[in-house]
């Protein structure tokens, strides 16, 4: 696994993921899981609000989305100025989600749609602390792949090469969505096992139109006295 520094922008640019140790401290890392649970709720009929049956998935997982969690959103703006370090371009946050996958999950391959154009998948932590890979092909999409990405939901790379990234909370694996395949293969070992997902966009590239995931803003601060 890649450190910090200048190997992290070289190996990005070059293979299209870097895999990065303790992004955040793994203390953060579970406080931040811990947090979340409990503004999810404790039980399973308050957690089960909110089931996603997102398309690579196997079995339902439950997402929250930064729109609607300030604190996902805010973790996403914070690791901004890290995440433009990392890529080496300035970047706009899109959106980020906080998801849980069930035991026996797994995360078809796919390639994502142009607000994902650099993303970071960062572990917060799971039941029992049992390795589960990431996976991302080694060939770069082309432009004709990409008219096809709805139909592009495969159990397995098929004929492509792909490596694979091992995390434990606070790592994360940054990656160009977009144009490399991702995804996990291998049934989640953990009876759930938790992971936050931020993306952003190059300011300055063909994606641009999408910072901020194209959401309305609210209009300028003002204060009164
Ligand atoms: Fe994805």
Request: glycine content about 8%.
């Amino acid at each position: 696994m890649t450190n910090k520094g200048q190997d992290v922008t070289e190996t990005y640019n070059a293979q299209g993921y870097a895999a990065v140790r303790q992004v955040i401290p793994p203390e953060v890392a579970a406080v931040f899981l811990s947090i979340t649970q409990k503004a999810m709720g404790d039980t399973r009929e308050s957690q089960a609000r909110f089931n996603s049956a997102a398309q690579p998935l196997n079995k339902p997982a439950y997402d929250v989305y930064s729109y609607d969690y300030p604190a996902a959103m805010t973790l996403l703006w914070g690791l901004t100025p890290f995440m433009e370090g990392a890529t080496g371009k300035a970047l706009l946050p899109t959106y980020s989600f906080f998801r849980v996958y069930p035991k026996g999950g797994v995360c078809k391959v796919h390639s994502d749609r142009p607000s994902c154009e650099h993303s970071m998948s960062l572990t917060l932590g799971s039941s029992d602390g049992l390795i589960w890979p990431f996976a991302i092909g080694r060939r770069r999409l082309t432009d004709d792949d990409l008219g096809d990405r709805a139909r592009g939901i495969e159990p397995d790379f098929g004929k492509d090469e792909y490596s694979t990234v091992n995390m434990k909370p606070g790592d994360a694996v940054l990656y160009q969505g977009v144009h490399y395949r991702h995804g996990r293969l291998d049934p989640n070992p953990n009876r759930w096992s938790a992971h936050i997902f931020l993306h952003w966009i190059d300011r300055n590239g063909p994606y641009k139109d999408h910072a901020f995931d194209k959401r309305a803003l609210p209009g300028a601060a003002e204060f009164r006295f």
